[in-house]
């Protein structure tokens, strides 16, 4: 394959990522002129000769040193495939990273990369919260290979943070695994304290990661790598596939930390599926429509939430004013509130799942970043397996809903929302008058 960075300019002019999400990577007299590149549903690849295999697994097993002007070529779909290659290049775009890594899900993205950059005797100092599959592989599974977990709030100060980084044992700091804005509050970390803080504790034997999942803003909206993170993280599912039909998620990095990263998943076998990976080809070309359109909606919506007399509090980045901290997070870091919000209705459990129920436009399922309005409720769904103590220092209430809104009509979307409003208080109305 030629260099994709042959394509990227015009008169010497950079062309934005949404320009190059069309045809990046990608040339049609590679495939009879197809516009779009076909699906490589292959399993394996055809040799020349048995010098040109000896010269490609001596390259994908770290044999060697890869030539100037070499390229690893084709082998297996589990190590490479030119429809993951493609999708590859192209994910880079937004985040200005040197390579990426796609996965058969974001939590394959996470689990693969943390084994890959940690080792027994590690510790990894994590944000809370974080999505509820992140937060059992960090202190359940990682707790199996003897790596441990050591949480901290978006909220602490930097000398909190420091605090909680100095009472490690010295020598176990091996990353920082950040989730902002976090699932399923909004809160936001500070990427520049977190990175300055691995540095702090990095040495030339022991290097300390900081690890983004950026799933909840990013690509459109926040870029961690201009922040210091070493590795950026999503679920592809989520808007970078944005139609609620794929399972993936991708990882990006450095081209030194990519080729451990990538090793780890062609021995664990989490790769992206090539049909798969040319969805998420298909999504990317319409990412920032939808993420944009979705954000717009979201911030008339939130704006609404926020003065309806059945709601108690909104989670939403542009409702910040009671948090100067976070408000100056949001200024350095985000380039949009984006589409999720949260907000605790008036009550508790019950009056959510009645609310839940009478949703109609609005579906009752978990997932984000679709073309449709999702709703659920993070402390008995997303968030079910951290305990109640812990949701609640969290910040997870029982009262507490979830909105992933999608591309629909705003307007349409505040008349369900209102229509199940009317219908929790007509419910309590009614118990009123029975007491």
Known sequence: MTNPQDHAHIGGQPLRPESLMMSYGYTPAWSEGAIKPPIFQTSTFVFKNAEEGKAFFELAYGLRQQGPDEEMGLIYSRLNNPSLEILEHRLCLWDGAEEAASFASGMAAISTTLLALLQPGDVVLHSEPVYGGSDFFLKNVLRKFGIEAVGFRPTDTPAQLAARAAAIAPGRLAMIFVETPANPTNHLVDLEACAALARQYATADKPVRLVVDNTFLGPVFQHPLKH?????????TKFLGGHSDLIAGAALASKPLMKEIKAMRTFMGTMCDPNTGWMLMRSLETLKLRMERAAQSAQIIADWLRA?????????????????????????H?????????FDIRGGEAEAFRFLNALKLIKLAVSLGGTESLA????????????????????????????????????????????????????????????
Do not use: W
């Open 376 to 435: 659920e409720h993070p402390g008995t769904m997303t968030h079910s397996d951290i305990t109640l103590d812990e949701q609640r220092e969290m910040g997870i209430t029982p009262q507490m809903i979830r909105l992933s809104i999608g591309v629909e009509d705003p307007q349409d979307l505040m008349l369900d929302l209102n229509q199940a409003f009317e219908a929790v208080g007509m419910v309590k109305e009614r118990a009123l008058e029975m007491a």
């Open 334 to 342: 985000c380039l949009s509130p984006g589409s999720m919000i949260s």
């Open 228 to 236: 210091g993170a070493d590795v950026v993280l999503y679920s592809a």
């Open 308 to 332: 309806h007399p059945l709601v108690a509090r909104t989670y939403y980045l542009t409702h910040l004013e009671h948090n100067p901290a976070q408000q100056d997070i949001y200024r350095r």
